[in-house]
């Protein structure tokens, strides 16, 4: 089944900086990669997604890249807050009839210092 | 707010008990999903239901089980609990099978002591 590696595990970075998280997965045929933000005992929020069919998508300050050759995806935050400190997951869904299943990485907590 | 609602927020149980958590969607989706988020084994999934129908299953034990009723809302059951089943549970919600997008709930902490 698919399985999804995601790194660093902890990133700490100064505010106004850049961040950028990397997942692998292992499953050439899945077809969507979403990124969830987690705070503390909070439920994961959705913060952006990605297709199979598309390379690259932006919203704002964050954006996500798809190598499906290399079967990796990234997020980038830019120009980094103390608000954006969380901890990111990142996930693929393999395809499925009727269904669509999310494999999360491990995470990565992010600390953004004023 | 995700529109996503669960109950209770927080549950604290014996081993070898039973409980339920229950979920209820966003108005207008019928694809329910369930996670299991614990310290050692991240965000696992449990089980998915589209519309009354169980569509998929995930590393769910078979002490575990779920349903999905005609209104929609969800529930989990959890039995013969053990320690090792601490953990927050979560259900997402999207609104056709086969749509990508998944909206979580707060969860529910679940504690056996």
């Known amino acids: 089944g698919e399985n999804v590696e995601q790194h660093p595990s902890t990133l700490s970075v100064q505010e106004g900086d850049s961040a950028v998280i990397k997942c692998t997965y292992s499953d050439s045929a899945s077809n969507y990669f979403p990124w969830y933000k987690q705070e503390l005992g909070k439920r994961p929020q959705l913060i952006i997604d990605i297709r199979s069919n598309v390379g690259e998508k932006k919203d704002q300050r964050i954006a996500v890249t798809l190598n499906k050759t290399a079967k990796h995806f990234s997020l980038h935050i830019t120009e980094t807050q103390p608000e954006d400190s969380a901890v990111y997951f990142c996930a693929a869904s393999p395809p499925g009839t009727g269904f669509q299943k999310l494999v999360f990485g491990t995470g990565t907590r992010l600390l953004v210092s004023p | 707010d995700s529109g996503v609602t669960q109950t209770p927020k927080h549950l604290i149980t014996a081993t070898g008990q039973r409980v339920t958590l229950r979920c209820s969607p966003r108005?207008?989706?019928?694809?329910v999903y369930w996670y299991q988020q614990s310290l050692d084994q991240g965000l696992q999934f449990l089980i998915q239901?589209?519309?009354?129908?169980?569509?998929a299953k995930g590393n769910i034990l078979e002490r575990f089980s779920a349903q999905q009723f005609p209104d929609l809302h969800s529930e989990l059951n959890l039995s013969s609990l053990e320690l090792g089943d601490s953990a927050l549970y979560f259900c997402?919600?999207?609104?056709?099978?086969?749509?990508?997008?998944?909206?979580f709930g707060p969860g529910t902490r679940l504690t056996v002591t």
């Open positions: 108005s207008g989706d019928l694809s």
């Open positions: 239901y589209y519309n009354g129908e169980e569509r």
């Open positions: 997402a919600s999207s609104p056709v099978t086969g749509t990508y997008e998944q909206y």
